[in-house]
């Protein structure tokens, strides 16, 4: 009855879609990987559990990053004169800077 339930809830999950994800055994995750896999390509997560209790989550990779970019805040950030004058560490422990 167990496996039965399992099946369904692939099936629906495969041609309906789920919201919130799903839960499927360890021997279910197994059995039908391939499918599983084509329920993630939809953009689902898949819950993998072992005896009810999650140990994995399989879903859609990170979206792309983008490429950095060097020196795109050149010539925007503006420094105080005196901002890198040395501190006396009485001063700075007192609180008067």
């Known amino acids: 009855m167990e496996k039965e339930a399992a099946d369904y809830s692939l099936l629906m999950a ?9 839960e499927v055994s360890t021997a279910v995750a197994r059995n039908r990987l391939t499918e ?3 329920v993630v390509e939809s ?3 898949v819950i993998v559990t072992r005896h ?3 140990v994995a989550e399989i879903g859609p ?3 792309k990053r983008r490429k950095v ?7 925007r950030i503006k420094f105080k004169p005196g901002w890198d004058a040395p501190i006396d ?3 700075f422990l007192e609180g008067d800077l």
Do not use: A, Q, T
Request: aromatic share 12%.
């Open 61 to 63: 990779p990170p979206p």
């Open 14 to 22: 495969i041609f309906y879609g789920y919201n919130s994800g799903m």
């Open 52 to 54: 009810g209790k999650p």
């Open 36 to 38: 599983l896999i084509r």
């Open 69 to 75: 970019r060097l020196g795109g805040w050149e010539g």
């Open 43 to 45: 953009g689902e997560r």
């Open 89 to 91: 560490p009485d001063r």
